[in-house]
């Protein structure tokens, strides 16, 4: 049975660029929500300037379509001039524990 995965993508605006960044990662979640495999997929403000997206995906295969979908493509073309840095993407696996409902993603 595929494993479910949670990624978090931090992405770090230059600066003044982060009003434009929200913009450009909104613009994609829609579409990114209708991809197969998709359970989560939400934007936050890390409080440090960066913003996160947290992610969680059925499974890896799930993960790597999206990956190379069109959502993402566009992401990554209007992103540009607007990060100091790639993204850092961390891929999980989920090691659930205590309450069900709390326990994990």
Not at 44 to 55: Q, S
Request: net charge negative.
């Amino acid at each position: 049975m595929p494993r479910e995965v949670v990624v978090t993508a931090f992405f770090t605006p230059i600066e003044g660029k982060q009003d434009e960044l929200v913009e450009v990662l909104a613009s994609v979640i829609p579409d990114v929500h209708g991809e197969p495999g998709c359970q989560y997929y939400a934007l936050h403000d890390a409080g440090d300037g960066k913003l996160a997206l947290i992610e969680k995906w059925d499974s890896q295969q799930a993960l790597e379509v999206h990956q190379r979908a069109e959502p993402i493509k566009r992401l990554n073309a209007k992103a540009q001039g607007l990060l100091q840095e790639p993204p850092n993407v961390t891929v999980m696996n989920a090691l659930p524990h205590g309450h069900s409902d709390k326990g994990s993603l």
